[in-house]
């Protein structure tokens, strides 16, 4: 079984890929999907689709998880809702079961606390996947621990 877990945004998409084997978690890629910020909004959506379609086709995820949005007060939330809906369907259209989970549930999990700072989560990340190396971007490792967040609330730990 693959998963991938996605963290959401209109400039940076943060992704990252597992695979269990005989109950075992293995990393397989991570990255993020980044867009033109000097590009009108539209076509950044679009440069999304297309690359998120590109990875699902590349790495065949069988389930995913996904950040879920809260509203802050911020310029950018309507650009980051917009994004996750693009990715919502782009996950719905490969037929992809998706799971959604808080921020501070992501931490919880991972971490033991839902207030977790960013370097607690690298390293439990880090730790959860036997790397040696913090995943790059943040937004990578961020996906990843989405990713772990459902896989330890399927029972695999």
């Known amino acids: 079984m693959r998963i991938i877990g996605i963290d959401p945004g209109l400039g940076r998409v943060g992704y ?10 293995k990393f397989l890629d991570c990255g993020v999907i980044e867009t033109d910020k000097n590009k009108k909004e539209e076509d950044r959506l679009y440069e999304i689709f297309n690359d998120l379609n590109t990875l ?11 950040e879920k949005f809260f509203f802050y007060k911020s310029s950018t939330t309507i650009s980051v809702v ?26 919880l999990t ?13 390293e439990a990340v880090m730790f959860n996947l036997n790397l040696n190396y913090a995943p790059k971007p943040d937004d990578s490792a961020d996906a990843l621990a989405i990713a772990l967040t459902k896989l330890n609330e399927a029972g695999i730990n």
Do not use: F, H, T
């Not at 990252?16 to 978690?25: A, L, S, W």
């Not at 917009?82 to 549930?105: C, D, F, T, W």
């Open 82 to 107: 917009q994004a996750r809906g693009v990715i919502m369907m782009v996950l719905a259209s490969k037929n992809i079961q998706v799971s959604e989970y808080a921020p501070s549930q992501v931490k």
């Open 56 to 66: 699902i086709n590349q790495w065949k995820p069988d389930i995913a998880a996904v």
């Open 16 to 25: 990252g890929i597992i695979e269990i084997q005989n109950e075992k978690k």
């Open 110 to 122: 991972i971490a033991g606390s839902g207030k977790a700072s960013k370097k607690e989560v690298i």
